[in-house]
């Protein structure tokens, strides 16, 4: 036993004595300007100071004005807040200033931190260039200035970094085109999106062999994903998202193997989806919207099993869906498949059963034809968008659709559905927007119950008919509400008028009656009503003009009749006005000129009689905007006749242009003629 622990303590001694040697060993190799540059700190606390100098940490006041305070020559600089040294040697090696509220620039002395390996300046406010000094820190691994204001081009030196790992420039308003010449032997991670950038993605880039993330989205890069790009098998993330590439996706994408997310959506490419991409077995999340793809989606892609988010909305793609893809994709989280021109049944979606955690589901603006089956209403229960608007989908609204608890929008409009609306949809309490128009839906509007967070309810034309419930207008949260070009009939329900959130509010082209009420001063928020095409009568509350926000009001083809109040003068937000085809007499309010917004008013086939009067709205009117009244006066270039007032002025000036011209003429004749009779008379 006490032999064993002294031969481990001689071990121990023998150890220790061998790294002394090795260390003396080096010191002695070294040079001794090194030693000097290793152990002088004083280069390091120069270039700390010179980046305190160009910078200002807090909200402007001294108080919280981080590094002023922290920052004192009274402490050795390796204790200030942000700054790592060595364990070994004064030196700095990290500086972390990450979040500080920092102004000002970056000092370009920065760059005589000579042992630096980490420098992280993100989310601050720092402007101006990035020093190209920069570049000449030799042992810098890791560079975060995201988040910041910093401007001008990226250094050409910066992208000569031997030892960088990771680059993280984004949200800067950088611009400029990245160097053709990158020399990035370590590098991991490069992220320069939302700055400014022009120009092509370099072809060096495919030389960074250790690469795993490139994120270059949100520039204005052009040129094509190069094929190259094939060759980084470390690859797991690729965004070049929101850019201006053009050409076709390269097939060679298909190599990456380890690739996990893939983003190439909002640029100009063009071209089909290449079948390779069926190869990227990791591949969870795939993004090609917004992007001239044409072609079929093939056949390969729908085996990717560990799929997460399928986005290829917005392109041209065509042919029909795989009708097993749910079976395959059991993650799938988003499938967006709107606006192409994709065909075909849409029995994929009875397989989407199996994807338990389905949240999204767009399939709008498409071709495809069918029923949606009952089986709609298996679908996932985490399901919250279901976007099917602009295909050929017939048949009835499934009462299964129903059960999808979690909905919060609902878009089925511009199809062929028939039928009514099943009862079961106004179980879904979380829904908030309900598209249903342009379909032909019939029968009544059913109570929507506990439906309380609708905001908006958009069921245009379709054959609903029936009263509107009184409940609709018990949705606290309702913003808009389009019934129009239906068949409605009966009064407006009055709680309607008194919802207070509405914004907008359509219900042209029905057949309700009665009048409106003066509760619907309270509509404080309404921008828009359209009751155009109506069987609505009565006189007109003046507490219309309490509606401030209002910019469209349309009540024309209705039974409307009496005065059009005064207080219709204080829309001062109004630009589309029309009151007409109704049975408005009396004068036109003479604070209508107040309304100097408007591009578009109507008074037309009604009973005004009276003046026209001036300002802004009635300079540019035109005859048809007025015609077709009882006896309407002025506005002479509508040809309108002048009204009376003026017509007697205008009979006085012709008494004083009698005076002034007639009279004179006729008194001299008569003094010739008295002349000339006595001259006749002398003979
Ligand atoms: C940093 O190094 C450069 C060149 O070696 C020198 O000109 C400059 O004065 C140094 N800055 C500081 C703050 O020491
Ligand atoms: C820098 O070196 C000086 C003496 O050489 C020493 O007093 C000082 O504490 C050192 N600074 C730091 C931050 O270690
Ligand atoms: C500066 O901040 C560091 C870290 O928060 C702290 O340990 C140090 O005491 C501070 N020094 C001064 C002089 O305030
Ligand atoms: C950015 O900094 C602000 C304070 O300046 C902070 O509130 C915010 O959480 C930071 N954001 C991130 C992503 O660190
Ligand atoms: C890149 O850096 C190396 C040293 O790391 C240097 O020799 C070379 O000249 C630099 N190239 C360019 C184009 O800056
Ligand atoms: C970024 O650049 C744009 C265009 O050059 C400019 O309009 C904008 O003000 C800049 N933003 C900042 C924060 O510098
Ligand atoms: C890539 O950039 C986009 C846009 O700024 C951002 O939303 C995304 O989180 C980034 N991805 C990674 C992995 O940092
Ligand atoms: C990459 O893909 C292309 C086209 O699919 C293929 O021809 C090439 O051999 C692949 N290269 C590598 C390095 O795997
Ligand atoms: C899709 O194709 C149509 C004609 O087939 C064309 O008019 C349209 O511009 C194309 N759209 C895109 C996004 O390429
Ligand atoms: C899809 O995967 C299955 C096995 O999971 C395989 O049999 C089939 O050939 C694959 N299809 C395509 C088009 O790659
Ligand atoms: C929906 O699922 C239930 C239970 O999992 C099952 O009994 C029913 O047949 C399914 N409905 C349809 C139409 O597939
Ligand atoms: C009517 O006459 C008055 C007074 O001369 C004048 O101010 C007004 O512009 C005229 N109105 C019309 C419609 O011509």
């Given at each position: 036993?006490?032999?064993?622990?002294?031969?481990?303590?001689?071990?121990?001694?023998?150890?220790?004595?061998?790294?002394?040697?090795?260390?003396?060993?080096?010191?002695?190799?070294?040079?001794?300007?090194?030693?000097?540059?290793?152990?002088?700190?004083?280069?390091?606390?120069?270039?700390?100071?010179?980046?305190?100098?160009?910078?200002?940490?807090?909200?402007?006041?001294?108080?919280?004005?981080?590094?002023?305070?922290?920052?004192?020559?009274?402490?050795?600089?390796?204790?200030?807040?942000?700054?790592?040294?060595?364990?070994?040697?004064?030196?700095?090696?990290?500086?972390?200033?990450?979040?500080?509220?920092?102004?000002?620039?970056?000092?370009?002395?920065?760059?005589?931190?000579?042992?630096?390996?980490?420098?992280?300046?993100?989310?601050?406010?720092?402007?101006?260039?990035?020093?190209?000094?920069?570049?000449?820190?030799?042992?810098?691994?890791?560079?975060?200035?995201?988040?910041?204001?910093?401007?001008?081009?990226?250094?050409?030196?910066?992208?000569?970094?031997?030892?960088?790992?990771?680059?993280?420039?984004?949200?800067?308003?950088?611009?400029?085109?990245l160097?053709?010449?990158v020399?990035?032997?370590?590098?991991?991670?490069i992220?320069?999106?939302?700055?400014?950038?022009?120009?092509?993605i370099p072809a060096d880039l495919a030389r960074c062999?250790?690469l795993?993330?490139i994120?270059?989205?949100?520039?204005?890069?052009?040129?094509?994903?190069s094929?190259s790009l094939?060759?980084l098998?470390?690859?797991?993330?690729?965004?070049?998202?929101?850019?201006?590439?053009?050409?076709?996706?390269?097939?060679?994408?298909?190599?990456?193997?380890?690739?996990?997310?893939?983003?190439?959506?909002?640029?100009?490419?063009?071209?089909?989806?290449?079948?390779?991409?069926?190869?990227?077995?990791?591949?969870?999340?795939?993004?090609?919207?917004?992007?001239?793809?044409?072609?079929?989606?093939?056949?390969?892609?729908?085996?990717?099993?560990?799929?997460?988010?399928?986005?290829?909305?917005?392109?041209?793609?065509?042919?029909?869906?795989?009708?097993?893809?749910?079976?395959?994709?059991?993650?799938?989280?988003?499938?967006?498949?709107?606006?192409?021109?994709?065909?075909?049944?849409?029995?994929?979606?009875?397989?989407?059963?199996?994807?338990?955690?389905?949240?999204?589901?767009?399939?709008?603006?498409?071709?495809?034809?069918?029923?949606?089956?009952?089986?709609?209403?298996?679908?996932?229960?985490?399901?919250?968008?279901?976007?099917?608007?602009?295909?050929?989908?017939?048949?009835?609204?499934?009462?299964?659709?129903?059960?999808?608890?979690?909905?919060?929008?609902?878009?089925?409009?511009?199809?062929?559905?028939?039928?009514?609306?099943?009862?079961?949809?106004?179980?879904?309490?979380?829904?908030?927007?309900?598209?249903?128009?342009?379909?032909?839906?019939?029968?009544?509007?059913?109570?929507?119950?506990?439906?309380?967070?609708?905001?908006?309810?958009?069921?245009?034309?379709?054959?609903?008919?029936?009263?509107?419930?009184?409940?609709?207008?018990?949705?606290?949260?309702?913003?808009?509400?389009?019934?129009?070009?239906?068949?409605?009939?009966?009064?407006?329900?009055?709680?309607?008028?008194?919802?207070?959130?509405?914004?907008?509010?359509?219900?042209?082209?029905?057949?309700?009656?009665?009048?409106?009420?003066?509760?619907?001063?309270?509509?404080?928020?309404?921008?828009?009503?359209?009751?155009?095409?109506?069987?609505?009568?009565?006189?007109?509350?003046?507490?219309?003009?309490?509606?401030?926000?209002?910019?469209?009001?349309?009540?024309?083809?209705?039974?409307?009749?009496?005065?059009?109040?005064?207080?219709?003068?204080?829309?001062?937000?109004?630009?589309?006005?029309?009151?007409?085809?109704?049975?408005?007499?009396?004068?036109?309010?003479?604070?209508?000129?107040?309304?100097?917004?408007?591009?578009?008013?109507?008074?037309?086939?009604?009973?005004?009689?009276?003046?026209?009067?001036?300002?802004?709205?009635?300079?540019?009117?035109?005859?048809?905007?007025?015609?077709?009244?009882?006896?309407?006066?002025?506005?002479?270039?509508?040809?309108?006749?002048?009204?009376?007032?003026?017509?007697?002025?205008?009979?006085?000036?012709?008494?004083?242009?009698?005076?002034?011209?007639?009279?004179?003429?006729?008194?001299?004749?008569?003094?010739?003629?008295?002349?000339?009779?006595?001259?006749?008379?002398?003979?």
């Amino acid at each position: 036993m006490y032999v064993h622990a002294s031969l481990l303590f001689a071990g121990k001694q023998c150890l220790l004595f061998l790294l002394l040697l090795l260390h003396a060993f080096l010191l002695f190799s070294a040079t001794s300007a090194n030693i000097a540059a290793a152990l002088d700190n004083s280069t390091d606390l120069a270039s700390l100071l010179a980046f305190k100098a160009t910078t200002t940490s807090g909200g402007g006041d001294a108080s919280d004005n981080i590094i002023a305070a922290n920052w004192t020559t009274d402490a050795p600089f390796c204790t200030w807040v942000g700054v790592r040294c060595s364990r070994r040697r004064p030196r700095v090696v990290s500086l972390n200033l990450n979040s500080f509220s920092l102004q000002g620039t970056i000092s370009p002395h920065l760059s005589n931190l000579s042992f630096l390996s980490s420098l992280d300046l993100s989310n601050n406010s720092l402007s101006g260039a990035i020093p190209d000094t920069l570049g000449r820190l030799p042992r810098l691994a890791k560079l975060r200035l995201s988040w910041n204001l910093l401007s001008g081009p990226i250094p050409p030196s910066i992208f000569n970094m031997s030892s960088l790992v990771r680059i993280g420039l984004a949200v800067n308003n950088l611009s400029g085109s990245l160097s053709t010449l990158v020399m990035f032997p370590r590098i991991e991670r490069i992220a320069i999106t939302d700055n400014l950038l022009t120009g092509h993605i370099p072809a060096d880039l495919a030389r960074c062999s250790t690469l795993q993330l490139i994120n270059l989205s949100g520039n204005t890069l052009t040129g094509s994903v190069s094929s190259s790009l094939g060759i980084l098998s470390e690859l797991v993330y690729l965004s070049m998202g929101g850019n201006q590439l053009t050409g076709a996706i390269p097939a060679s994408i298909g190599n990456l193997t380890k690739i996990q997310y893939l983003y190439l959506g909002n640029n100009d490419l063009e071209g089909e989806i290449p079948k390779e991409l069926g190869n990227l077995v990791n591949l969870q999340e795939l993004y090609l919207h917004r992007n001239g793809i044409v072609g079929s989606i093939p056949i390969s892609l729908w085996n990717a099993s560990k799929m997460i988010s399928l986005a290829v909305s917005v392109n041209n793609l065509t042919g029909p869906v795989q009708a097993t893809l749910g079976k395959s994709m059991p993650f799938l989280r988003i499938l967006d498949l709107a606006e192409n021109t994709l065909s075909g049944g849409l029995d994929f979606i009875a397989s989407l059963t199996k994807c338990s955690d389905l949240k999204f589901l767009g399939v709008s603006y498409n071709q495809f034809e069918g029923v949606l089956p009952d089986a709609y209403g298996n679908l996932s229960m985490d399901l919250q968008y279901f976007h099917a608007s602009g295909n050929h989908i017939y048949g009835s609204i499934p009462t299964g659709l129903g059960n999808l608890s979690s909905l919060i929008l609902l878009d089925l409009s511009s199809n062929e559905l028939r039928g009514t609306i099943p009862r079961t949809l106004w179980r879904l309490k979380k829904l908030q927007l309900m598209y249903l128009g342009f379909n032909r839906l019939t029968g009544s509007i059913p109570s929507v119950g506990l439906m309380t967070n609708l905001a908006k309810i958009s069921f245009p034309e379709n054959g609903f008919s029936g009263q509107i419930p009184d409940s609709v207008g018990n949705i606290s949260g309702l913003q808009k509400l389009d019934l129009s070009m239906n068949k409605l009939s009966s009064t407006i329900p009055l709680s309607l008028w008194s919802r207070i959130g509405l914004i907008a509010l359509d219900l042209s082209q029905n057949r309700f009656e009665g009048s409106l009420p003066p509760q619907m001063a309270k509509l404080k928020g309404i921008g828009s009503i359209d009751l155009r095409s109506n069987r609505l009568s009565g006189n007109i509350s003046s507490a219309l003009g309490e509606l401030q926000s209002i910019t469209y009001l349309d009540l024309s083809n209705n039974l409307f009749h009496g005065q059009i109040p005064q207080q219709l003068g204080r829309l001062f937000n109004v630009e589309y006005l029309n009151l007409s085809h109704n049975f408005f007499s009396g004068v036109i309010p003479k604070s209508f000129s107040n309304l100097s917004y408007v591009n578009s008013l109507d008074l037309s086939f009604n009973m005004l009689e009276g003046e026209i009067p001036e300002g802004k709205v009635f300079s540019n009117v035109s005859i048809t905007s007025m015609m077709e009244n009882q006896a309407l006066c002025g506005a002479p270039q509508l040809k309108f006749p002048p009204c009376p007032e003026n017509v007697t002025t205008s009979s006085s000036s012709a008494k004083l242009r009698l005076l002034k011209y007639v009279l004179p003429s006729v008194a001299s004749v008569l003094v010739f003629l008295v002349c000339f009779s006595l001259f006749v008379k002398k003979l």
